[in-house]
């Protein structure tokens, strides 16, 4: 198991722990865990939403930080054993163009974030998972809609 945090400068600490304030990533052998760890005086209602098997919405202002960490989990050697074992879609573009809802200011993104639990709609978590061969898809999509605006 690999222990990383994303949106600052990396530092290591004991068991590859990379410091920063928002994205800590828990990378295993077939998926990876994203915790959200608010800033300090953030509101409630800025946590991520997920929809189970189904899609992600983050606040338009926490992408850059996840898409950080993204690069980091495919910088991991489990990460590219997972990819070449044909773990997740690999090359196949499963991830929709992410879209910013307007009312509330964050940006959605369809796709097999978590598990799907039967539950219908977006709901506001403090971790999510995604399978690691499905991760090079999210940071493609997320980085592209930065990069586009």
């Known amino acids: 198991m690999r222990r990383i945090t994303a949106t600052g400068s990396p ?14 990533a828990q990378v295993g052998d077939a998926d990876v865990t994203f915790t959200c760890v608010p800033l300090p005086g953030a509101p409630a209602d800025a946590l991520p939403r997920v929809w189970p098997g189904r899609g992600l919405g983050l606040p338009e202002t926490d992408v850059p930080g996840l898409v950080t960490a993204l690069g980091e989990v495919m910088a991991t050697p489990q990460f590219w054993r997972a990819r070449r074992s ?19 200011g964050f940006l959605y993104v369809a796709g097999p974030c978590g598990r799907w ?7 506001p978590v403090h971790a999510f998972t995604v399978v690691l061969g499905d991760v090079g898809g999210l940071r493609s999509r997320l980085a592209a809609h930065l990069h586009t605006g």
């Open 11 to 24: 530092r290591q600490c004991g068991a590859e722990v990379w410091a920063a304030e928002v994205w800590a």
């Open 86 to 104: 044909g773990a997740g879609r690999g090359s196949e573009q499963i991830w929709s163009v992410p879209h910013t809802d307007p009312a509330d």
């Open 117 to 123: 639990n039967n539950t219908a709609g977006y709901r």
